[in-house]
């Protein structure tokens, strides 16, 4: 038993409903089963915790605080849906605001039944989702260490789902230095992307560690320019040289092209940083919204 | 012991002890509100589990500034049980707390910005306190070096009473206990999401946990200066101290932060400042019976005058033309 199962930290979420499964979820805490004696922690704080609690139906004014408490747990991490109304949307369902339970939104790995579930049985739930966080632990680390036999290739069609929710993982942290979630990476839906990849001219490239999509880019030619654009990298595995790989890998599908060129923000000095190491130089800038202006970079190939 | 020894000693022991003092205090909070509680290792597996998440960051350089609030943490404790100059130490923590709360400002979301403004508060609140501390130890045994203050004959919170109550107030505040949790605050309470340490995850809140370890067992080492003639006595009363301060967490509610600034300067005023004003005029009094000769300064002489010793026939004119 690691020290996963020992210290699970929790983040409760109510989305709507009677409150009946938030009030039971709040009596877990209380001197009768104090779940504290488990090692839990009741945190209120997404960045801290590892569990994310959700009891009542989604509707739509929820929809956009559980994406985004979901995206700001730090990984590993589970969700547990809790009570009849957070499993399919419950009596609830029909109503016009609801868009039905928690996995409508984000993906879900233990469901406890119940109108409203006891605190025996959130506590179990609870207890469940342990086993899960500590098989996802597992995953992440083996994941971590056979990083040097990452595989390079590239993406087809199929692979449109995956490349779209990493791109939405990773372009969190751009989303959270702007302070702004109107970038067209966080904006572009699955239709969009999949016509990207019926375009003949554009190419896609992903990072495939044990059968899992940890990293992509992609480019297109116009002229001689090879435009190279999303060097997206799982938040878990930066920092490892892998969208430096990624650059290369794409700068070397375009043996034609006599100039390289990229763009990101103004205030994503990461970014920068990493392609004036490359050997790219800035040659203008664009406003795009008040809060972002892009930076054009370029590279004659030599 | 030689003053290495002891700082090796520190070193290794420090993260063990404050770890479990850590685990102690939760398991005690849960018993004074009849439930069972964790197990005593738990902020241990707390932070093994920490070292293993994914360390979510908004600006890289926040979790430099945690470092170096970790770094300095322990060597806050270096110079304190190395046996230094007991204002380096205090400068050391400081400067330890503002990396604190450099990191949280670094971070730039509201919550942690609000932490961070309350830490600053809290270290405004505390400082006068610590410092007055640090002179009356000075004042009894005449020297601020730790290793000399510990080892001195007389047992100090004999002569320091006011200073060593003033330094119980503190220490709520130091542990961020209730009823000055403000900035952030260990147990379930969720106000302002999780105050100064709201952006860290990870490896960094883990060392933020490691940080508070030594400085709970550097503060604790404080407790026992106050008893140092009597090391047993020493060693319990920090215990104690600590068990006093965890009972205090539990029986009272949070005080908003102009009270806590109110009444920690006050308690500073009038228990600090007013003990330091005693043990001044005690130890002026010896000095009486030889205050005739020309060579004492003039203050001296002035302040005895009314004490009914009657200046030396010689010892008038000499007054006169200096003045």
Redesign the interface.
């Known amino acids: 038993m690691s020290s996963f199962s020992k210290s699970p930290w929790i983040i409760h979420y109510d989305a709507s409903s009677c409150n009946g499964c938030d009030i039971e979820t709040l009596a877990c805490l209380t001197p009768i089963y104090d779940v504290e004696r488990l090692g839990v922690i009741n945190t209120g704080n997404p960045k801290h915790a590892d569990i994310f609690v959700v009891t009542g139906a989604v509707n739509e004014q929820s929809k956009a605080v559980i994406c985004n408490i979901y995206h700001q747990l730090p990984e590993p991490k589970v969700v547990v849906a809790v009570g009849a109304c957070a499993l399919s949307g419950g009596i609830f369902s029909e109503c016009y605001n609801i868009s039905g339970g928690v996995d409508s939104v984000i993906p879900v790995d233990v469901y406890v039944p119940g109108c409203a579930a006891r605190p025996e049985a959130i506590i179990d739930g609870v207890v469940q989702a342990l086993g899960v966080l500590e098989k996802k632990q597992k995953e992440m680390t083996s994941l971590a260490n056979s990083l040097d036999q990452a595989l390079y290739l590239r993406a087809e069609k199929s692979d449109a789902p995956e490349i779209l929710a990493l791109q939405k993982t990773a372009y969190q942290s751009e989303a959270e230095i702007y302070g702004d979630d109107s970038l067209p990476a966080l904006q572009q839906t699955l239709e969009e992307l999949q016509k990207d990849f019926e375009r003949p001219e554009q190419v896609f490239i992903k990072t495939v560690v044990n059968g899992k999509i940890i990293g992509s880019v992609r480019g297109h030619t116009v002229d001689d320019t090879a435009c190279i654009s999303r060097v997206i990298v799982h938040p878990y595995f930066r920092g490892r040289g892998i969208g430096r790989r990624l650059v290369e890998e794409i700068e070397k599908t375009f043996p034609n092209a006599k100039r390289f060129e990229v763009k990101t923000g103004h205030k994503s000095e990461r970014n920068l940083f990493q392609f004036r190491h490359h050997g790219y130089q800035e040659f203008k800038t664009e406003p795009f919204t008040p809060a972002i202006t892009w930076v054009y970079l370029q590279k004659e190939r030599k | 012991m030689n003053p290495w020894i002891r700082l090796l000693i520190y070193l290794v022991a420090a993260p063990v002890v404050g770890g479990l003092l850590a685990g102690w205090d ?1 398991r005690i909070s ?1 018993r004074m ?7 005593i290792f ?1 902020p ?3 932070v ?2 920490l070292v ?7 600006r ?1 350089s926040q979790n430099y500034y945690i470092f170096f609030f970790l770094l300095l943490a322990i060597f806050t404790g270096g110079l304190f049980f190395g046996g230094a100059d007991l204002l380096l130490v205090i400068f050391a923590l400081t400067l330890a707390a503002i990396f604190f709360v450099l990191g949280a400002y670094k971070a730039s979301s509201p919550y942690s910005f609000i932490g961070a403004e309350r830490e600053l508060i809290q270290m405004m609140a505390y400082e006068p306190m610590i410092l007055l501390t640090a002179i009356g130890m000075y004042m009894v045994t005449k020297s601020f070096a730790v290793n000399e203050i510990a080892s001195h004959p007389t047992l100090l919170v004999l002569m320091l009473p006011g200073i060593f109550l003033g330094f119980l107030y503190t220490l709520e505040i130091k542990f961020r206990k209730s009823p000055f949790d403000l900035s952030c605050s260990h147990h ?1 309470h ?1 106000e302002l ?2 105050g100064i ?6 490896r960094t ?1 883990a060392m933020i946990e490691i940080a508070h370890w030594y400085e709970s067992v550097f503060l604790l080492g404080w407790v026992y200066l106050f008893f140092g003639s009597l090391p047993v006595l020493g060693v319990a009363m920090s215990l104690l101290v600590f068990v006093f301060i965890i009972l205090v967490d539990n029986v009272f509610a949070r005080l908003k932060w102009q009270t806590a600034l109110k009444s920690a300067w006050l308690v500073a005023a009038v228990l600090g400042f007013g003990n330091i004003l005693v043990l001044s005029l005690l130890s002026s009094k010896p000095a009486d019976p030889s205050g005739s000769g020309d060579a004492k300064p003039v203050a001296t002489t002035r302040m005895s005058a009314p004490g009914g010793t009657t200046p030396a026939p010689g010892n008038a004119p000499e007054t006169a033309r200096r003045n």
């Open positions: 939760r849960a509100q009849s439930r069972q509680g964790p197990p738990q241990f597996y707390d093994l589990k293993q998440k994914e360390n979510v960051v908004v890289r379930a969720q999401v999780r340490t709201t952006e860290f995850s990870g809140l």
